[in-house]
């Protein structure tokens, strides 16, 4: 899909639509220099899945506002909520017009050596996926605060630094996830197919190809696959840290629950 309507947009009804349609996507650079001599039925394929993303998208939009709507007017939100709300459905919008822009960048016209593959700028999409984390993160929050409200417990240095601990760890997982967005954005998940070592060595031969050096960590593919990899490592023996040290120490039932959920999800992933 080549064009974005906030309200307007519809399938494709007949083979004359379905035709103009794709008459639109040869203008741009993916058709001409990555899916060159694709037919009709295979664009559908690609026009559907980015069609069904933004039906979802608008879906979990009106899935908000119209409760939010009713709720608010029947007088169910206090100060506070009602700050939250405005807040997140202001996210969710945001969060769709990102997604456009991120789109958009796969667009633009920006691709003509041989060696160029259309796609979007690994920056948005990184931006995209990261504020989605934050707007479910937020959910979740206010979700968790009041249908199971925190309880009180006493205060001991050991729980203090349990906390900063835990608030470490949520931003390394923040970190490893959107450093899986230029992993795909760059398709840098195809440099090298060895591991734990890459192509024989524990530092990619070219990982400090680019200049500034500060580019490789955005830019290269094989530092960008690095990252990624040595970031999960991190993340793995960090939430691990955290669940011993959750053992050691006196935490509510539920906290302890949480702690075995989030080793056990470390190591699933």
Known sequence: MVEWSAF???PPLSQEDWEREFE???QFPEYKLLKKGINLEEFKFIWHMEYGHRMWGRLIGAMFVIPAAIFWKKGYFNSALKKRVLIYGTLIGCQGLLGWYMVKSGLE???????DIPRVSQYRLASHLGSAFVLYSLFLWTSLHHLIPAKVMEVSKAAIKFKRLVHFSKGIVFLTAISGAFVAGL??????NSYPLMAGRLLPEDWMALSPAIRNFTENPSTVQFDHRTLGHFTVLLLSTVWL??????LPTRARYAANALAAMAWMQ
């Open 245 to 250: 040290i959750s053992r050691r120490i006196v």
């Open 24 to 26: 639109k996507y040869k």
């Open 109 to 115: 016209d920006r691709f003509h050596g041989e060696a």
């Open 187 to 192: 398709d840098a998940g195809l440099v090298y």
């Open 8 to 10: 307007g947009e519809r």
